[in-house]
């Protein structure tokens, strides 16, 4: 059984038991959250509910684990000739979530 979820404006693949990463901050850790964006769900036997646009009824619900932070990235900036050179960075904040149960 799995389902496909929107978060952040990212779809992801979730199984039950199964860890999640989701943009941004969320909860404390501990806390319940609930998805609703489902937009594909697997049952058990195998068939598959696709929603337009999301799944009626259909939630995932999961369990904040806590907080963590993507790979650094590096913005670099040049203009030839002038003598313009910039660099930036930033790291992106993302929460895990442990998926407790899919339903229906």
């Known amino acids: 059984m799995y389902a496909i979820v929107q978060s952040g404006g990212h779809q992801i693949k979730v ?3 199964g860890l999640a ?5 969320v909860g404390e850790p501990g806390a319940k959250l609930t998805l609703e964006q489902v937009l594909i769900v697997e049952n058990e036997g195998g068939e598959i ?6 799944v009626a009824n259909a939630k995932v619900v999961a369990v904040v684990e806590g ?5 650094k ?3 670099f900036k040049k203009k030839r ?3 313009m050179r910039r660099t930036n960075g930033h790291r992106a904040f993302y929460t ?8 229906l």
């Open 21 to 25: 990463t989701l943009a941004g901050t």
């Open 15 to 17: 199984t039950p038991g």
């Open 49 to 54: 509910l696709a929603g337009a646009p999301f």
């Open 67 to 71: 907080e963590v932070r993507g790979p």
């Open 73 to 75: 990235i590096r913005v």
């Open 96 to 103: 895990r979530v442990r998926i407790t149960d899919i339903l």
């Open 81 to 83: 000739r002038k003598g």
